[in-house]
């Protein structure tokens, strides 16, 4: 489909794109874009693209400078490459999601618009083909700040498609000494070994969840139920008052049982409602994977475990530039994502690819190609 070049309005930017990555959201899209404008006009947002729009996808990109629009301070310079938070001010007025709109086109083209107050300058000449991955690195970012992941905590990372895989590179970026992936793909299980995993399990053979009780954590209510009456034998045997002693011991955070984080990466009907039966007590369960469809937990198990669960999704500013700048000093290395890059009359044919596990994780799109 053949377009003019877009025209950028005050504050904006031309940038001609150099790299733009295939999103889990784009191959949704083509199913569930209906449901997903439904849910975000309830929470009052109604510029979603729905099925019957004409759309340019695309909200992982890179790209270098063209242009500026009237007005516009030319604070990055024509030349410069950038990358930018997908957020275009529309000639509505309105603020719209670039890529996953009809009023911001995407990136799945040779030219698009960004917010020059949210574009980023790409430091230390990092390539288009890492620079292209700020923003699902900055996604896996939020969601490990949000895990509130000690390094001495296990992380258990279900599911290693694209988002699974930077959860567990930002992992490893963190510090977090213990990390253990599940996925029923072999090829996926040997991405998440490049990228950092500790131990990448097959669901099918093996549980993500053996052998936690060896890292302290309770995994039997007996277990629990053992901690509490044993503690409070142990306190009462003390030649003092045991109430001062538990509150210690509470505000150092010993006594309680804590568990694991859990980053549920798959987003299908079920999977959470798995995680919060097999996973040990006090486990906290940030939910990454977008599930598009209706799904169904049990409270009571959750409740009983008193298991923690954390919906995330994006990322901020801040976070998106702190991960661009973590790619360019070599602190984290995304590279292992990718499997293939296609020019734009590949598009169709990676959409079919990337229903493939064994053959990709994330594939990118080169308009000069």
Known sequence: MERDDPTPGKGQLLVDVTRCGICGSDLHARHHADAVADI?????????????????????????????????????????????????????????????????????????????????????????????????????????????????????????????????????????????????????????VRCGADLAVDPAAESPYEDLDRHGYVVRAPDLFEMAVGGM?????????WEPVYRAAEALGVGAPSGPVVFECVGVPGVIDQIVAAAPMATRVVVVGVCMEGDRIRPAMAINKEVDLRFVIGYTPIEYRDTLHMIAEGKVDPAPLVTGTVGLDGVDDAFSALGDPERHAKILIDPKR
């Not at 034998?233 to 008052?241: Q, T, W």
Request: contains cysteine; positive net charge; charged residues 20%.
């Open 233 to 241: 034998e142990k306190l009462r045997r003390l030649p003092l008052p």
């Open 40 to 192: 975000a006009a309830e929470f009052g947002y109604s510029g979603l693209m729905r099925s019957g729009h004409e759309v340019v996808l695309g909200h992982e990109f890179c790209g270098v400078v063209v242009d500026h629009g009237p007005k516009t301070r030319k604070k990055i310079k024509p030349g410069t490459p950038v990358v930018a938070v997908p957020f275009l001010r529309g000639g509505d007025g309105e603020v719209h999601t670039i890529g996953l709109s009809p009023h911001a086109p995407g990136a799945y083209a040779e030219r698009m618009l960004v917010e020059q107050s949210l574009a980023m300058p790409v430091p230390n000449g990092l390539p288009s083909e890492l620079a292209v991955l700020t923003e699902p690195m900055a996604v896996a970012f939020h969601a490990v700040r949000r895990g509130e992941v000690g390094k001495k905590t296990v992380a258990i990372v279900i599911g290693c498609g694209p988002i699974g895989l930077a959860v567990i590179c930002m992992l490893k970026a963190q510090g977090v000494r213990r990390v253990v992936a599940s996925d029923f793909s072999a090829t996926r299980r040997a991405l998440a």
